[in-house]
């Protein structure tokens, strides 16, 4: 197990999480296999690394969706999604609706069933509890090989 590279892994994705990350990239720049990183990133956190990626983009989109009349692709596109389609399809998967109903949600529409806002909620929660779980593990993983890394290294 190698939780300072996992830590690497995880520093990386989120000083770099609005630009196109591929794992061929985290790759070479860890200098392990793909197979490997994937796999022991999946084995320390229990998510893989896309998965890791695409929540982190859908919460940190939340507030622009609330506070923004930007277009959907506008905000798909400054979270790091390649195609408002991809952040939708993403977006339902991870909230449980799509990101207009989620707006009128945040907007306190009365068009919002209680059923989507009840799944709202519920999937709001289970994303905060995940990526503060993640926060914690990279606070508590010891740091005496940690490096830092910048996209333009």
């Keep these: 197990m190698n939780p300072n590279l996992v830590r690497q892994i995880l520093t990386y994705i989120d000083e770099n999480i609005y630009a196109r990350i591929t794992l061929e990239e985290l790759s070479r720049l ?5 197979d490997y990183i994937m796999r022991i990133f999946k084995k320390e956190l229990k998510i893989t690394i896309i998965d890791y ?3 982190k983009r859908i919460d940190s989109s939340l507030e622009e969706l609330q506070d923004t009349k930007d ?38 529409h009365p068009s ?4 989507d806002s009840n799944q709202i909620r519920k999937n ?16 508590n993983v010891p740091k005496e090989t940690i490096k830092k890394l910048s996209r333009y290294h």
Excluded at 30 to 34: D, E, I, L, V
Excluded at 112 to 115: A, D, F, I, L, T
Excluded at 124 to 139: A, F, G, V
């Design 30 to 34: 860890f200098y392990f296999n793909k």
């Design 53 to 55: 990626m695409n929540k």
């Design 71 to 108: 277009s959907i692709l506008k905000i798909a596109l400054n979270h790091g999604f390649t195609s408002q389609e991809y952040y939708t399809e993403i977006f339902h998967k991870e909230m449980g609706v799509n990101p207009l109903t989620y707006r009128k949600f945040s907007l306190h």
């Design 112 to 115: 919002v069933s209680e059923e």
């Design 124 to 139: 709001l929660t289970e994303i905060k509890y995940l990526l503060d779980q993640i926060e914690n593990y990279k606070r």
